[in-house]
């Protein structure tokens, strides 16, 4: 049973005459985790947006839990590329935010949000100032702060777009033990192809003008890496690379299409 | 946007002074010999006689009357009698105008409708000298305190509601974006995100206003007052009095100067995070 459901979309850009996005349908279940890849002009920022209620698509409909999709709202929690933390709060106040907002007493809002610190490996960070921390730590921040919320799912926009690759790396591995650990259904969008392949239980490749699915995979690395098995191993199996240069070669193709 | 890991204790970052220590102390130094080489040559052109007291009585003599002030008064009050009335006019002028100024700029900077109705009221009267129109005040509000604590308000509420505005406007649209998909109200972005984002902007206002603030009260009481600084000075000069218009002179620059300081150190304490890479 679905949970997220996007039926036809359409979106376009005001005064624009191409679509960004063209004829979008997508089901997002509990227990996945789908990644939209795609090169830059593809809409999956759009897409993101669409579904975080950013801005509205010109056709089709959303839904959650069967009800349509109107507004940002906190049952979608959203990790930004660019971590979108509030300075003037330290690391604890900015985890429990989400909390503040809807009114949750203090005591009990910093003792979910410790949970939810300790959960992004961050235990002990509670009195951090914002500007005191690296960028990996800043995004951990970022992704406590959606899940204290509680949300239904999860949207990162490329969340580790913007890290080293060897942070990126740790960044990857940290979210499929949260997503193992929560059972958050994680909408996740990149441009980094074995990224996508690594982490995704479900990956649809875009291509652009107007952006479209071009095609869909079932994968299992992540599984397979929540459940144990090392990251390396996972990343050198013949089968991964099979599929990392298979979705390269869809992507190479379609830029050429385009170009 | 940095990625720099920072073995973080609890000592504050050193990104606060982008110049090293070594340098600014140096800076430092040069301002304060500055200062005492101009003292030097105050004291030898009185000295040698080389301008007369009238015109500029020797920096002893100011010293002596300021202690004369400080203790017995000149014109009926005590020099802190008019150093806190002027003090309470710009203080009580600066109350309301954050007051009023801060909600109209955030109006500004984030309603079209608002933007459209004040902004054109404050950019007509903002250019305006408030010396052009404390005439009209007086004749509507008398030479009470009410049309001076009015002049310096309308000084202040311009720079204030203006940088509010600005710092509203330029509110990073991420944290927006990221506070609404947390579930907020528009209220909650408000008291939340947008207000604490423009705060170095509105304290920045408040440094400017004070600035203009000041200097139109001390023109206003050269006017209309029988109290306060500027007036202390203009009654003196009529008398000729030379050495309490010097004296006056510098108390009220010494007011600037610690409104100033007081002011910056207070932007450091209330937003640190300004100027971080964050």
């Known amino acids: 049973m679905a949970l997220l459901q996007l039926e036809r979309i359409s979106a376009q850009y005001p005064g624009a005459t191409e679509p960004v996005l063209s004829d979008i349908s997508l089901d997002l279940g509990p227990q996945q985790l789908l990644v939209a890849l795609g090169p830059s002009g593809s809409g999956k ?123 990126r790396e740790q960044m990857q591995e940290l979210l499929l033990q949260v997503w193992r650990r929560t059972a958050k259904p994680v909408f996740l969008i990149t441009h980094d192809i074995e990224e996508a392949v690594f982490l995704a239980t479900d990956l649809i490749l875009l291509a652009p003008n107007p952006g479209q699915i071009v095609e869909r995979l079932s994968l299992d690395f992540g599984q397979r890496y929540a459940a144990g098995e090392s990251a390396r191993a996972i990343k050198s199996d013949p089968r991964f690379i099979e599929t990392r240069e298979h979705v390269l070669g869809k992507v190479f193709s379609q830029r050429q299409v385009s170009a | 946007m940095s990625s720099y890991e920072l073995p973080v204790t609890t000592a504050k970052p050193a990104a606060h002074a982008p110049i090293p220590v070594r340098r600014s102390l140096s800076t430092r130094w040069i301002s304060l010999l500055t200062l005492v ?17 009238l015109f500029l009585p020797p920096p002893s003599a100011v010293l002596q009357k300021g202690w004369l002030l400080a203790t017995t008064g000149y014109m009926d009050s005590t020099l802190w009698q008019h150093l806190s009335a002027s003090l309470s006019r710009i203080g009580l002028g600066l109350g309301f105008a954050v007051l009023t100024a801060v909600p109209v700029g955030i109006a500004i900077g984030s309603s079209r409708i608002a933007r459209g109705i004040l902004d054109p009221l404050i950019e007509f009267y903002r250019p305006i000298p408030p010396l052009a129109y404390l005439p009209l005040i007086v004749i509507w509000c008398g030479i009470g305190e009410l049309s001076k604590v009015l002049l310096i308000y309308l000084a202040i509420f311009a720079p204030i509601a203006i940088a509010t505005a600005t710092g509203v406007r330029t509110v990073d649209p991420a944290k927006l974006r990221a506070a609404q998909s947390l579930g907020a109200t528009r209220a909650q972005l408000i008291r939340h995100v947008i207000l604490p984002s423009a705060l170095p902007d509105i304290l920045t206002g408040v440094r400017i206003g004070l600035g203009v603030g000041w200097s139109t009260l001390v023109a206003a009481e050269l006017i209309a007052a029988t109290s306060g ?50």
């Open chain 2, 229 to 278: 600084l500027g007036f202390m000075v203009q009654s003196a000069a009529q008398f000729l009095v030379t050495d309490v218009v010097v004296l006056g002179i510098l108390v009220i620059a010494l007011i600037a100067f610690a409104m100033e300081m007081g002011l910056r150190a207070l932007q450091r304490k209330l937003v640190p995070w300004h100027g971080q890479a964050h």
């Open chain 2, 37 to 53: 080489a101009l003292l030097i040559i105050w004291w030898a052109v009185t000295a040698t006689g080389v301008i007369e007291p």
């Open chain 1, 45 to 167: 920022t759009s897409l993101l947006n669409l579904i975080a209620g950013f801005v509205e698509p010109s056709a089709g409909r959303i839904t959650l839990d069967g009800v349509p999709v109107k507004g940002p709202s906190a049952e979608r929690g959203v990790v930004f590329q660019d971590d979108a933390l509030l300075p003037w709060q330290d690391v604890l106040a900015n985890v429990g935010f989400g909390l503040e907002l809807a009114g949750v007493s203090k005591a009990q809002r910093e003792v979910r949000a410790r949970e939810m610190l300790a959960l992004v490996d961050l235990a002990g960070f509670d009195s951090r100032r914002i500007w005191q921390l690296s960028g990996g730590q800043k995004q951990r921040v970022g992704l406590a702060r959606a899940l204290a919320a509680d949300p239904r799912v999860l949207l990162m926009d490329e969340p580790f777009g913007a890290l080293d690759a060897f942070t």
